[in-house]
């Protein structure tokens, strides 16, 4: 199987930056795209930004575009999600997914892994 362990989360101001990490495990020849979600509460789990691991495409959500950058290193197999502008609606459990083909999607059926999250607050 493959595992991700997002690191990186914590309180910060609204304006301010954080860099959020994805370290994968396992079986990552499995891996051909990875991304991030995030759920605020009592609201569904939102796509923020996808990556294609072998091509290098990327598609973001509209509301991180030109804030958010996702980056990737390869032979750390990890995933780095690079957060500026940040604004208090950006709050929320911040998940690594990982999925076993290539084509980018904003569906959460679109990733086969998922990390446990990782708490991201934007304060006013």
């Known amino acids: 199987q493959v595992q991700l362990v997002e690191s990186g989360g914590g309180l910060v101001q609204a304006g301010g930056s954080l860099r959020l990490s994805c370290a994968a495990s396992?079986?990552?020849?499995?891996?051909?795209?990875m991304g991030w979600f995030r759920q605020a509460p009592g609201k569904e789990r939102e796509f923020v930004v996808a990556?294609?691991?072998?091509?290098?495409?990327?598609l973001y959500a509209d509301s991180v575009k030109g804030r958010f950058t996702i980056s990737r290193d390869n032979a750390k197999n990890t995933m780095y999600l690079q957060m500026n502008s940040l604004k208090p609606e950006d709050t929320g459990v911040y998940y690594c997914?990982?999925?076993?083909?290539?084509?980018?999607?904003?569906?959460?059926?679109?990733?086969?892994?998922w990390g446990k999250g990782t708490l991201v607050t934007v304060s006013s």
């Open positions: 990556l294609s691991w072998s091509g290098g495409s990327t």
């Open positions: 396992g079986r990552t020849f499995n891996i051909y795209k």
């Open positions: 997914a990982a999925g076993r083909s290539q084509l980018l999607s904003m569906g959460v059926y679109g990733m086969d892994y």
